[in-house]
């Protein structure tokens, strides 16, 4: 985030005394979240009680005013003439008699949610002296567009590796990732390792994974692409009922199919349809050519037949309908790459 500090606005301590938080009932679920986290990290660091209202309070004590409706009222034109987009924020500080009052707004709610997350790092202290050091005035504008990260790894232990993790863990490290002002999840699901027709563990599984995704997109607004292969699937749940630890990449346990084939593509399809309609929450969609999936000598032709079955199916399932994002990650090239040898024939 590039942050400009207005001139003539010198840095000023503000003891956060007796705080409160003040945000809009017309916010975004996310923003409402944020608050309200910031009210439970300064009752954890001052020990008291933080009131947490829908319209400005008058007293004594420091109010920390959340969104634009609530800061026009503290400040008229504070957004106005500047060019925040989707993600920029204000954070200005003020007096207003014995009363403190730090306003944090952005243009729209992402850069909202933005600022409190930035605000919540300035927070300095404990007990009875937490403060934030301040200028009068801060402009942040994210520099890159999208700041994301991609999650991918082998099923280690608890908890080395997020195919360990609980839904509760998920939460924690989405929560992390705002506070890092991402606003872009890359998950692998190994929805290739599910066999079909689904067992109970795993349909239980995907429905935990559409909670993560739902969690990170409506209390955090951070959207969520789902990745998977182009073809690879699951023939069984090689001996282990609980998809977390379940080995995958396993010769005999999945097993990419060929797109030519007319049966072997049934499957694929059947494979999709089955996924997005449980998993019909994310924003984007993400395929990957190859390691793993891809079809050896394969030609482009087979790989768009496939991006274009799954672009019928998201238009079908996904809660965004045709606004679902369809992504090719790009990695060795279909065609050009095999993780393990193909079969022509393929049985279950």
């Given amino acids: 985030m590039g942050a400009i500090l207005r001139p003539g606005h010198e840095s000023q301590r503000i003891h956060l005394d007796r705080p409160s938080v003040a945000v809009s009932g017309d916010e975004a679920p996310f923003v409402q979240h944020a608050a309200h986290d910031l009210a439970d990290y300064l009752k954890d660091l001052t020990g008291g009680d933080v009131g947490i209202t829908h319209e400005l309070t008058k007293g004594r004590g420091t109010s920390i005013v959340v969104g634009a409706e609530l800061a026009g009222q503290v400040h008229p034109g504070l957004l106005a003439n500047r060019n925040l987009g989707k993600e920029g924020f ?8 014995e009363n403190q009052r730090v306003v ?17 790092g300035m927070i300095r202290g404990g007990e009875s002296k937490v403060f934030i050091d301040c200028p009068g005035e801060i402009e942040s504008v994210p520099k890159l567009a999208l700041r994301g990260i991609h999650l991918n790894g082998w099923p280690l232990g ?27 999840l890359l998950l692998w699901p190994a929805i290739e390792i599910l066999p079909l027709p689904l067992s109970n563990e795993d349909r239980a599984y995907l429905e935990e994974v559409r909670r993560v995704v739902d969690y990170a997109q409506q209390q955090r607004g951070i959207e ?45 399809e059947k494979s999709f349809d089955t996924f997005y309609s449980i998993l019909n929450n994310a924003a984007g969609y993400v395929m990957i050519d190859s390691d793993p999936g891809g079809w050896p000598g394969s030609p482009i032709s087979d790989q768009l037949r496939i991006f ?38 393929v049985s279950a």
């Fill in 90 to 97: 204000v954070i200005k500080a003020s007096e207003a008699g």
């Fill in 104 to 120: 944090v707004a952005g243009g729209e709610a992402g850069g909202t949610s933005f600022g409190v997350a930035t605000l919540m």
């Fill in 158 to 184: 608890h908890p080395y590796a997020f195919r360990a993790w609980s839904e509760h863990d998920w939460q924690k490290y989405i929560d992390m990732i705002w506070l890092e002002r991402a606003n872009l």
């Fill in 224 to 268: 969520v692409w789902i990745m998977h292969s182009a073809n690879r699937i699951a023939l069984n749940d090689c001996g282990e009922r609980d998809p977390k630890p379940r080995p995958y990449w396993v010769n005999g346990c999945q097993r990419d199919m060929n797109p030519a084939a007319w049966e072997q593509f049934a499957r694929i």
């Fill in 308 to 345: 274009q079955m799954a672009r019928g199916l998201l238009d079908k399932h996904n809660l965004k309908g045709r606004e679902a994002i369809l992504v090719d990650w790009m990695w060795v090239g279909w065609g050009r790459h095999k993780f393990f040898a193909s079969e022509e024939t």
